[in-house]
């Protein structure tokens, strides 16, 4: 049973800074790409960023400049770093990992930790 435990979402104002992060534990082989991804209230989920496990790193156009992503593969975990929030950033965060068990390679989620940027 693999399972992602996120952690880090808060309220934030405009312009304040948010580090999440996200554990994988379980068994498992290895962990291939991770990501973040996020879904506003009435909207669908799109990826925010994703990091392979050689460290490539790949961001949506709105993000860029503001967010950064990384890994510690030693600790399976996955950060997003999140500097000059915005309100338009308010979403619950859902972090994704492609986990290589017994099972083959799938897809996993976290439940999810809310970011509410506002003053």
């Known amino acids: 049973q693999v399972q992602l435990v996120e952690s880090g979402g808060d309220l934030v104002q405009p312009g304040g800074s948010l580090r999440l992060s996200c554990a994988v534990s379980?068994?498992?082989?290895?962990?291939?790409?991770m990501g973040w991804y996020r879904q506003a209230p009435g909207k669908q989920r799109d990826l925010v960023a994703d990091i392979t496990s050689g460290g490539s790193t790949n961001y949506a156009d709105s993000v860029k400049g503001r967010f950064t992503i990384s890994r510690d593969n030693a600790k399976n975990t996955v950060y997003l770093q999140m500097n000059s929030l915005r309100p338009e950033d308010t979403a619950v965060y859902y972090c994704?990992?492609?986990?290589?068990?017994?099972?083959?390679?799938?897809?996993?989620w976290g439940q999810g930790t809310q970011v509410t940027v506002s003053s």
């Open positions: 379980g068994s498992f082989f290895g962990i291939n790409a």
């Open positions: 994704n990992a492609k986990v290589r068990s017994r099972f083959g390679l799938n897809d996993y």
